[in-house]
């Protein structure tokens, strides 16, 4: 069965930073391409950053520069290192593998002063 745990959010001001951990089980870990969504009250989910499974990372407009996406498949695990937070970061982020239905349970990043 596959498993997706997040963890590392939190409640952070502007201008902060967090770093989100995904630590997945029950599957081969290295071969997937990963994702982190997230999604805020009242709106869809969105993709925040995508990592292939050979490292290579992506990452929606309104993140480049301020978030890093990492992979460490030694440990399973999907990181998110979030700098320079802004209330707009404000949303439940999920870690999940695109295409497929495996998504974790999310974990709440709140930017506020």
């Known amino acids: 069965q596959v498993q997706l745990v997040e963890s590392g959010g939190g409640l952070v001001r502007p201008g902060g930073s967090l770093r989100l951990s995904c630590r997945s089980s029950?599957?081969?870990?290295?071969?997937?391409?990963l994702a982190w969504y997230r999604q805020a009250p009242g709106k869809q989910r969105e993709m925040v950053a995508t990592i292939t499974a050979m490292h290579i990372p992506d990452y929606a407009d309104f993140v480049k520069g301020r978030f890093t996406i990492s992979r460490d498949n030694a440990e399973n695990t999907l990181y998110l290192q979030m700098d320079s937070l802004q209330p707009e970061d404000t949303a439940v982020y999920y870690c999940?593998?695109?295409?497929?239905?495996?998504w974790g349970q999310g974990t709440q990043v709140t930017v506020s002063s």
């Open positions: 999940g593998l695109p295409g497929t239905d495996w």
């Open positions: 029950g599957l081969i870990f290295e071969i997937y391409n």
